[in-house]
């Protein structure tokens, strides 16, 4: 079965280019150009992956980006922010309420496909047990003591990666690189964040242990 991609774009130019690029990656794509009809859409049938344009005509993406997270259903929904805003604020705003990528415009279409891919890349089968948590990785549910916590895909991507280097020290670089590529235009602060909002829904602060001027680790 196809995954299901929506796109969000006001510029209907842009949107085409988006929805044909797509399409002939093997996606099911479907355009939305305003927030009312994405929304519409969205309350009747859930995509796996969201292209969000942060400039709408009646609402800013990020406001849009609040109404999705703020309902835990839609944690496995990956979503992609396209935004021509280049400042780093912006783009660490927006990871911050729960996108899992930003692509600054003009960008390449290649590029776009190459993000979109990395989001379903994920492998099979995989448990980890760590500080009485339970990570099942194909499933992408975490859970301790019968309850379930709930990261977004980033957030749970960063947590699997400092799993599978448990023993290891791995630098925010490192971590930017392999979740967003090496072209990827991010500050180390972008992570720093995440690291805190693992801590913060997990409520174990100890976790992940910070290595000043290093990096992050898993605490074994």
Avoid at 35 to 60: A, G, V
Avoid at 129 to 142: A, L, V
Avoid at 168 to 193: H, K, P, Q
């Amino acid at each position: 079965m196809k995954k299901l991609i929506y796109s969000i774009e006001d510029d209907k130019d842009i949107a085409y280019i988006i929805r044909i690029a797509l399409e002939n990656s093997g996606y099911e794509v479907k355009s939305f150009y305003d927030e009312e009809s994405f929304i519409n859409e969205f309350n009747n049938k859930k995509p796996d992956l969201f292209l969000l344009d942060m400039m709408l005509p009646k609402i800013q993406g990020q406001d849009l980006l609040k109404i999705i997270r703020s309902d835990n259903t839609n944690n496995d929904i990956d979503i992609i922010i396209i935004s021509a805003n280049k400042l780093i604020s912006d783009k660490v705003d927006g990871l911050n309420l729960g996108a899992d990528d930003y692509i600054e415009k003009p960008f390449d279409i290649l590029e776009l496909i190459s993000r979109v891919n990395a989001r379903f890349r994920k492998n099979k089968n995989v448990i980890y047990n760590i500080d009485g948590f339970i990570i099942n990785e194909d499933k992408r549910i975490i859970t301790k003591d019968s309850k379930q916590y709930k990261l977004t895909n980033s957030e749970f991507d960063i947590l699997l990666i400092l799993l599978k280097e448990k023993g290891n020290i791995v630098s925010r670089d490192t971590l930017i690189t392999t979740l967003w590529g090496n072209n990827a235009n991010y500050e180390s602060r972008t992570i720093d964040m995440h690291i805190k909002n693992i801590r913060k829904k997990l409520d174990d602060q100890n976790i992940i242990i910070t290595v000043h001027g290093v990096g992050y680790r898993i605490n074994e």
